[in-house]
């Protein structure tokens, strides 16, 4: 699929208060939880520079969500590669509530060093605050119910679900802020920006459906061609003619309109959606250069 390498605009205005809220709330949090896609750990991952001045100050936490749904052979790498960066990374499985303990169990690791100076000095020890941010959609709030053990954030599989920051007892010895999803000013790498639009980062008017589906089965039919052929039966697929494809699709999953004509932009939202609900497989679109 071709690029052309214009940025693409996106910025709601909560998400700039989000930035000045930050900026407020840095210096009463210890440490920082960082939520990306296990599907997409570089997409994903935060490049809006002032938030990155700011967190940097902070230890943190890279936590890969929906991790089973990741092609684990290939996050593995992205783990590796952001651990070689000095990052704490833990994967996890909130389906099935995998690997969130450890979360809690790296951040008594990095943050014993308070408890440690305020017994040096003859005070108790205190609650850890913690910060979690990241873009929308990537599971923040499910997340957030998990470490609580109930639901005590709400959640939705749309971008833009929390609004404003929120502080949250996780347990006895941990308070956490919750933060609205962020995306910078200006989405400058167009595979980046189909890639955030194919798992549904950002909204579908951002950037047409019918092109984030035909990405996605470009992109398939690249890495993960078995997928495609399991799914949809369907073994070739060609950019520049999309129709054939199409038709193959709909035919095959019912996406047809009165006297049995395809339904394209039905056929869009289902890729769409089978993507983003693991139909397609274990994925993980991002490779490491």
């Given at each position: 699929?071709?690029?052309?390498?214009?940025?693409?605009?996106?910025?709601?205005?909560?998400?700039?208060?989000?930035?000045?809220?930050?900026?407020?709330?840095?210096?009463?949090?210890?440490?920082?939880?960082?939520?990306?896609?296990?599907?997409?750990?570089l997409s994903s991952k935060i490049k809006d520079k002032d938030i990155e001045s700011l967190i940097n100050?902070?230890?943190?936490?890279?936590?890969?969500?929906?991790?089973?749904?990741?092609?684990?052979?290939?996050?593995?790498?992205?783990?590796?590669?952001?651990?070689?960066?000095?990052?704490?990374?833990?994967?996890?499985?909130?389906?099935?509530?995998?690997?969130?303990?450890?979360?809690?169990?790296?951040?008594?690791?990095?943050?014993?060093?308070?408890?440690?100076?305020?017994?040096?000095?003859?005070?108790?020890?205190?609650?850890?605050?913690?910060?979690?941010?990241?873009?929308?959609?990537?599971?923040?709030?499910?997340?957030?119910?998990?470490?609580?053990?109930?639901?005590?954030?709400?959640?939705?599989?749309?971008?833009?679900?929390?609004?404003?920051?929120?502080?949250?007892?996780?347990?006895?010895?941990?308070?956490?802020?919750?933060?609205?999803?962020?995306?910078?000013?200006?989405?400058?790498?167009?595979?980046?920006?189909?890639?955030?639009?194919?798992?549904?980062?950002?909204?579908?008017?951002?950037?047409?459906?019918?092109?984030?589906?035909?990405?996605?089965?470009?992109?398939?039919?690249?890495?993960?061609?078995?997928?495609?052929?399991?799914?949809?039966?369907?073994?070739?697929?060609?950019?520049?003619?999309?129709?054939?494809?199409?038709?193959?699709?709909?035919?095959?999953?019912?996406?047809?309109?009165?006297?049995?004509?395809?339904?394209?932009?039905?056929?869009?939202?289902?890729?769409?959606?089978?993507?983003?609900?693991?139909?397609?497989?274990?994925?993980?679109?991002?490779?490491?250069?």
């Open positions: 699929m071709k690029m052309n390498n214009n940025p693409i605009q996106w910025y709601p205005g909560h998400m700039a208060k989000t930035k000045r809220l930050i900026k407020e709330n840095i210096d009463k949090v210890d440490i920082i939880y960082e939520a990306i896609d296990a599907r997409i750990p100050r902070k230890p943190r936490i890279l936590i890969m969500t929906k991790s089973d749904l990741c092609d684990l052979s290939k996050t593995n790498l992205w783990s590796r590669y952001y651990e070689n960066k000095g990052y704490k990374v833990v994967l996890v499985d909130l389906i099935n509530n995998k690997g969130v303990s450890k979360i809690l169990d790296v951040t008594n690791l990095l943050l014993k060093d308070i408890d440690e100076k305020r017994e040096a000095k003859g005070l108790n020890k205190r609650r850890y605050r913690a910060l979690i941010i990241g873009i929308p959609n990537v599971g923040k709030s499910t997340l957030i119910n998990r470490l609580v053990g109930k639901k005590a954030a709400v959640t939705g599989n749309k971008p833009g679900v929390t609004k404003s920051l929120s502080w949250i007892k996780i347990n006895n010895n941990v308070d956490l802020l919750d933060s609205p999803g962020i995306l910078w000013p200006k989405l400058e790498n167009e595979e980046e920006s189909y890639n955030l639009a194919s798992f549904s980062a950002i909204k579908e008017e951002i950037l047409p459906k019918g092109k984030v589906a035909c990405y996605i089965l470009d992109t398939m039919h690249k890495k993960y061609k078995d997928n495609l052929k399991e799914r949809y039966g369907i073994d070739e697929f060609d950019i520049d003619d999309v129709i054939p494809t199409y038709d193959i699709i709909g035919k095959k999953r019912g996406c047809l309109i009165s006297g049995g004509e395809v339904d394209y932009d039905k056929v869009s939202s289902l890729i769409i959606n089978d993507l983003k609900e693991g139909r397609l497989g274990k994925v993980t679109f991002d490779e490491v250069k």
